[in-house]
């Protein structure tokens, strides 16, 4: 079974930029979609940005557009999540997901794997 493994979380001061990495183990790389969610104290986890791995489609939440990026890494299995300009707002736990149908990325329901989180802090 393939494990998704995050890292690069972090503590951040406003305007700051931290990057997001999710690695997948395994012999095969059975995923079609992948994405990063995230989820604050007393929230619903939500859509931050998701990625097509063929042809390399990318799709963001509002929030996200023009501060994050998403990409992928064939050769090593991995996707990451640049996020720049960050405010306090984005605080939140981030998950990151692999969907071995090709669905809509944003949907939760569109994956079936997902990594253990990594904290991201924005401080004020």
């Known amino acids: 079974q393939v494990q998704l493994v995050e890292s690069g979380g972090g503590l951040v001061q406003a305007g700051g930029s931290l990057r997001l990495s999710c690695a997948a183990s395994?012999?095969?790389?059975?995923?079609?979609?992948m994405g990063w969610f995230r989820q604050a104290p007393g929230k619903e986890r939500e859509f931050v940005a998701g990625?097509?791995?063929?042809?390399?489609?990318?799709y963001y939440t509002d929030s996200a557009k023009g501060r994050f990026t998403i990409s992928r890494d064939n050769a090593g299995n991995t996707v990451s999540l640049q996020m720049n300009s960050l405010k306090p707002d984005d605080t939140a736990v981030y998950y990151c997901?692999?969907?071995?149908?090709?669905?809509?990325?944003?949907?939760?329901?569109?994956?079936?794997?997902w990594g253990q989180g990594t904290q991201v802090t924005v401080s004020s």
């Open positions: 997901a692999g969907g071995t149908v090709l669905a809509p990325v944003h949907n939760l329901s569109s994956y079936n794997s």
């Open positions: 395994g012999r095969t790389f059975p995923f079609q979609v």
């Open positions: 990625i097509r791995w063929r042809g390399a489609l990318t």
